[in-house]
């Protein structure tokens, strides 16, 4: 299981430069006019983790696979997008496919680069997106209450249940605020998540910044980071056009470039991490002389359901998992001295899984 991030903003604010170097391709044609993506541009890549390669050097596996990260790049949103201005309804669609949302926001200086609003202001541009988001999710959930009116009256308890969630958010949205702040129990979680509304989604916001900024950021960048904080949501500081210029280097001549730009990773481990972060999402392994890999899942996971994340007959026949922890694994050299000190555990229905465990799972047929 991986997830699928939508990479959102307003037009000429780095989201396809982004998208091309993060997915290593031109598929997004990066252009200096509004709308030059006018179809989603859906891109898989593979998740970085030095993690992986150990466990497959100590095994001797033959294949390293990786688990995946999909971004969806969404043409850029404009001002009445909710209104279907600039193709919004489309764009607005495309958005509800998504796991998590990465607003891109300009934070760098460029008057080459013409801004929608002919002014640099990630702040703005920030309110800009999510009250087009707001809007959408208003109209959505007007249309849908008006729908549930026959069976309410009918007293249908699943239409009443979901007329209460939607209710919650229409307030919470009247009051100018997402819907992603309102309490939900958790028996309701479920439902709360069928109804798919823009505003739930968790924001990362990415601060596209000049090269010489990529480091530490900027004064724009810094109003971002605050304004993520209010907010309770993350940010990452990213240019778009160093990540650009990496991606059409090899490992070691893109180690090099790093270090003489003073950054310590790329721009995709940010991103990947913050979004793992961001969605409460955790990795665990399978390793062997066949291959070795990486699984994603979210923090909580119990061992039967990790398990149905390979094959559905896994969870449903699931008997027990060993598991080693990542540390003891490389610490023993492999599977066969953890199994003898002891660091080897078998783990019934009830497990936990932990970010970074060696798992072999034994089922039923």
């Keep these: 299981m991986g997830f699928k991030m939508g990479i959102v903003g307003l037009p000429n604010v780095g989201k396809s430069t982004l998208f091309n170097a993060l997915t290593k391709t031109a598929a997004a044609q990066a252009a200096n006019f509004p709308f030059c993506t006018i179809e989603p541009n859906v891109g898989d890549v593979a998740v970085p983790d030095a993690r992986l390669d150990t466990l497959a050097g100590i095994a001797g596996s033959k294949q390293i696979i990786p688990t995946r990260m999909t971004f969806v790049d969404i043409a850029g949103l404009v001002k009445g997008a909710s209104k279907g201005e600039g193709l919004g309804n489309q764009f607005l669609a495309n958005i509800r496919e998504t796991d998590a949302i990465a607003h891109v926001l300009r934070c760098f200086e460029d008057g080459d680069v013409t801004h929608v609003d002919g002014r640099v ?20 959930i007007e249309k ?34 997402p819907a992603r702040l309102v309490e939900v129990d958790a028996e309701d979680r479920k439902m709360w998540n069928q109804l798919q509304l823009l505003t739930t989604k968790p ?37 778009a056009q160093i990540e ?8 070691d001549e893109a180690a090099m470039f790093l270090d003489e730009m003073g950054l310590e990773e790329a721009g995709l481990d940010r991103l990947i991490r913050a979004g793992y972060e961001l969605l409460h999402l955790e990795t665990y392994f399978t390793v062997g002389p066949k291959e070795a890999r990486a699984w994603t899942i979210r923090v909580g996971t119990q061992a039967p359901q990790a398990a149905g994340v390979i094959h559905g007959d896994f969870e449903k026949g699931f008997i027990r998992a060993e598991t080693i922890a990542y540390d003891d694994y490389v610490a023993c050299g492999g599977e066969a001295k953890a199994r003898e000190t ?18 072999h799972f034994l089922f039923n047929t």
């Excluded at 308890?157 to 209460?164: G, T, W």
């Excluded at 960048?221 to 304004?227: D, H, I, L, N």
């Excluded at 650009?244 to 490992?251: C, G, K, P, T």
């Excluded at 080897?344 to 497990?351: F, I």
């Design 121 to 140: 202001d990630p702040v703005a541009d920030a309110e800009t997106i999510e009250t087009e988001l707001m809007l959408a999710d208003l109209e959505s």
């Design 144 to 177: 849908r209450r008006a729908n549930l009116v026959r069976k309410l009256k009918g007293n249908d308890k699943e239409a009443k249940e979901q007329d209460r969630l939607l209710a919650a958010a229409q307030d919470m949205l009247e009051n100018g605020k």
């Design 203 to 239: 924001v990362l916001y990415v601060c596209n910044v000049g090269e010489a900024e990529a480091a530490e950021g900027n004064d724009y960048s810094a109003k971002v980071a605050a304004m993520a904080a209010e907010q309770g949501n993350s940010h990452v500081i990213i240019s």
């Design 244 to 251: 650009e210029e990496i991606s059409q280097l090899d490992d």
């Design 342 to 359: 002891g660091k080897l555990r078998a783990e019934g229905k009830g497990y936990v899984v932990q970010d970074g465990d060696v798992m």
